[in-house]
């Protein structure tokens, strides 16, 4: 599957069929999470696979009590452990490195799991505290969110999204712009402007090609003007026409 296309028709799944997951789909999904990009590379993420099913519900009641969680035959909570963000980065590593590196290996979980014909839902409104006691978290650890996965049982359409005009900027504050009511930079038309920079890019592109074209016929023709001036000093002058005997 393209991942254009999986950008696009991925979405959250909240209803499952009651079949089970093949465990080896299971094994490429939470192998996507471990291939994800992480501060420093650090890879301090754990993923708790829990396909019991009274496990399944405790953590549904402990998740704001979504108990459409239970559906799913397999969750996957995902783990953050601060010890090596706190030690290479410090507080900044532990209250968000670590977040944003979950984060990353959430998504890359779940596009794999829709490539898979899989459906997911990452559920962030957790207990965190009655979550790690179930899943018996020990250490400096936290527990960052719940993936379900099972086969889908619905196919929501895609929710609506803002344009991409307003929500992209060219170099500029953007959250000044906001706050002070006017927006400098923003793209009115995202297709005219791309069309634009392609243009502008071919524009200068023709240019260099241009300036390179030029400079290298200009230094064939002093290094002919060279070469001529060089043989000419190698004949003492001899070049010049000799004027026959009697003439002045």
């Not at 496990?55 to 549904?60: D, N, S, V, Y």
């Not at 990353?104 to 790690?132: D, K």
Request: hydrophobic residues 40%; proline residues 4%.
């Amino acid at each position: 599957m393209d991942v254009f296309e999986a950008f696009r028709n991925r979405r959250s799944i909240r209803k499952y069929l009651d079949l089970p997951v093949e465990w080896d789909k299971i094994g490429s999904i939470l192998d996507a999470g471990r291939l994800a990009p992480s501060s420093g590379n650090l890879q301090t993420w754990k993923f708790i696979a829990v396909r019991d099913l009274n496990k399944r519900k405790q953590l549904a009641e402990a998740s704001a009590q979504q108990y459409w969680m239970e559906q799913a035959p397999v969750h996957i909570v995902i783990v953050g452990v601060f010890d090596k963000h706190l030690r290479f980065f410090g507080e900044r590593g532990k209250n968000l490195y670590v977040i944003q590196d979950c984060a990353m290996a959430a998504m890359q979980m779940m596009l794999a799991a829709h490539a898979l014909g899989l459906g997911s839902c990452f559920v962030s409104a957790i207990n965190e505290e009655r979550v790690g006691e179930i899943i018996l978290i020990r250490g400096n650890a936290r527990p960052m969110g719940i993936l379900t996965i099972g086969y889908p049982a619905e196919q929501p359409k895609m929710p609506l999204r803002y344009r991409i005009e307003n929500i992209v900027y060219l170099e500029v504050d953007a959250g000044r712009a906001y706050v002070q009511g006017y927006t400098p930079g923003r793209i009115a038309d995202f297709d005219q402007s791309i069309s634009n920079w392609r243009l502008a890019e071919r524009g200068i592109k023709y240019v260099k090609q241009a300036a390179q074209d030029i400079d290298r016929i200009t230094k064939e023709k002093r290094k002919g003007l060279l070469h001529k001036l060089i043989e000419k000093a190698k004949s003492g002058g001899k070049g010049k026409q000799q004027k026959e005997p009697g003439q002045k």
